[in-house]
């Protein structure tokens, strides 16, 4: 088994050995079932469409909570130059604490699937859209994951950490709606940096390429970042 495997594993038996993962997936499943049934009800309309348009706000607070410590922790313990005293390398890490951030992102995104449930039981439930927005979710929750263990690795405090996630996909956030505001010239360039602009065509059940390639290209230079961010200790 590779280490970003073995590193992912310990770290997934971490979350669930610690009250954190209940916490926080507990929250985000109550949290995001309140604000899903109480638009459901309010516009009468069995669709999942309220769900992906909270999604990408609940993203900005529950992933940075999930890897706030994922590096922090272990620079401050000082546990993190034990790790890499064993023969794996830093991009093995970086690799292995996004795998179990991702998992438990997808656990947490595995209990939403009662709402598709809910719908599909109240009227008909259209499968494009909603088979896309999952797939946008995963997509989205990545990026946003690579960004959370990017900002972990700046730093040896775990608050820091979450501050400095929650700025960044939050200024990503916010482009999508300043677009209208920049001129002309700047409005293209602005509009595909914007994080949930690239969902939002997703969750229309519409796959393209670009968006692909834009969650894709997101989680690896945040990964990158992270990765040099550890190598820059040997410098020091």
Known sequence: MSPALVISRREIRTYFNSPVAYIVVTVFTILTGYLFFTQL????????????????????FMVPAITMRLLADEKASGTLELLITLPVRDWEVVVGKF????????????????????????????????????LGLVLMGGAYV???????????????S?????????????????????????????AFLSIDGHF???GRGVIDTRDVIYY?????????????????????
């Open 99 to 134: 795998l179990a951030a991702m998992a438990l992102v997808c656990t947490a995104l595995g209990l939403t699937l009662i709402f598709a449930i809910t719908v599909r039981s109240l009227g008909p439930l259209d499968r494009g859209p909603a088979i896309g927005g999952y």
């Open 216 to 236: 894709f290209s997101m989680i690896g230079v945040s990964l990158l970042v992270a990765t040099l961010s550890l190598e820059s200790r040997r410098w020091r």
């Open 146 to 160: 690579a960004i959370g263990v990017m900002a972990s690795s700046f730093t040896r405090n775990s608050i820091v």
């Open 41 to 60: 009800f309010l516009e009468k309309q069995a669709d999942l469409r309220p769900f992906f348009n909270i999604m990408p706000l609940l993203f900005m």
């Open 200 to 202: 939002e065509n997703i």
């Open 162 to 190: 979450f501050i400095v996630a929650f700025a960044i996909s939050f200024g990503l956030y916010l482009l999508g709606r300043l677009t209208q505001f920049l001129p002309q010239a700047w409005q293209g360039l602005v």
